[in-house]
């Protein structure tokens, strides 16, 4: 099977889920300008695409591989205190793996298997599954997204209020479950993926070109549709219409002129 939000628009159609790395300043508003976190989506908008149905036994072998990467943390801290290595970046990451982190990606592994890695959990309920303060789990989800073994996307929802207009309010963050690549050589061989085939990468060598060819032949409107969606997409949709239209336009405009030029001669 790893915050998200609207921005790398063109990863976020090639690989079907809208990512986005930028970081924001806790509390700054929406570009609603609802109260709501930035870097937010509305929820129920976007959710199929970023859930990922886990294979059979997936999530265990996940969690299996969190604890291997916190004994190797641990013995890469140890090695380092003593003199015995230096590390790097990747190796620093896994050292700031802590036993509240693998606690709360037990419980979300747990989420996965039980809700076909639909997983959304509050911050009131990983609190009350773990046992662990409100300070400690958003530490533990931090430290979880850095090292790769998760992407967070936060959320809004619309809500009923007095007055014109529409209402936001925050909602839970959704996760998707990743296996991180730096991790991988500090578990055993037998958990490890096994390689692709060569005619697999071909396969998807294609489909890749394929959907880059597929974007670029899209209109403003259908880009807009495909990479937004819900109410925002649909504003952006009629602006790029009318981006369209108006290329269309200037189209036809500079063919009758060249039509016009050919005449003369």
């Known amino acids: 099977m790893g915050i998200y ?15 986005n790395t930028e970081k924001s300043r806790s509390g700054a508003k929406h570009r609603t300008g609802a109260p709501v976190r930035a870097g937010s989506l509305e929820a129920n908008t976007f959710e199929d695409t970023f859930f990922q149905v886990p294979s059979k036994g997936e999530p265990d072998r996940m969690l299996k591989m969190a604890e291997q990467a916190l004994d190797a943390g641990k013995k890469l801290l140890r ?5 015995l290595r230096t590390l790097t970046a990747s190796e620093r990451l896994i050292t700031t793996l802590t036993a509240s982190a693998v606690r709360i990606y037990k419980e979300l592994t747990k ?18 599954a773990t046992g662990l303060g409100r300070s400690t789990v958003r ?3 931090a430290v979880l997204e850095a090292i790769g073994f998760i992407i967070r996307q936060r959320r809004f929802k619309r809500i009923e209020a007095n007055g014109p207009g529409p209402r936001f309010k925050q909602t839970s963050n959704v996760y998707r479950l990743l296996t991180p690549k730096s991790v991988r050589r500090y578990t055993p061989r037998w958990m490890r993926a096994a390689p692709t085939p060569v005619d697999d990468d071909w396969r998807r060598s294609d489909e890749a070109e394929q959907v880059s060819a ?15 969606g819900g109410a925002i997409g649909g504003v952006l949709a009629k602006l790029g219409a009318a981006i369209d239209n108006k290329d269309d336009r200037d189209r036809r405009a500079s063919a009758r002129a060249k039509a016009a030029i050919s005449c003369a001669f």
């Open 214 to 228: 597929m974007v670029a032949s899209l209109s403003c409107k259908e880009f807009a549709e495909l990479a937004i």
């Open 79 to 83: 090695e380092y205190k003593a003199g």
């Open 111 to 128: 989420l996965a298997r039980l809700c076909d890695g639909k997983i959304y959990p509050s911050y009131d309920h990983l609190v009350e």
């Open 5 to 19: 939000a609207v921005g790398d628009t063109a990863r976020s159609v090639l690989s079907g889920v809208p990512v």
């Open 139 to 141: 530490r533990a989800l």
